[in-house]
């Protein structure tokens, strides 16, 4: 699987440039060493993680578009 992670510019901030969604893609956060916190929600977790596995084996359709 690959390893994508979000881009920051100079000041730290998100840099979100979409030009088109193809399709959407199914990620598995990569989790580190540490014990995740009990508080978390399902939505901070495009915040609290730094970096996130692309599954291309979710559909057919997605490995044809992946590969």
């Known amino acids: 699987m ?7 510019d100079a000041n730290g901030q998100w840099e979100l440039e979409v030009d088109c969604i193809l399709c959407g893609a199914h990620l598995i956060p990569v989790y580190g060493h540490h014990h995740l916190p009990m508080d978390i929600w ?3 977790s495009l915040d609290i993680f730094q970096a996130y596995y692309v599954n291309k084996y979710i559909n057919h359709h997605t490995f044809e578009i992946a590969f």
Not at 2 to 8: G, S, T, Y
């Open 2 to 8: 690959w390893i994508v992670q979000p881009d920051f």
């Open 42 to 44: 399902h939505t901070d």
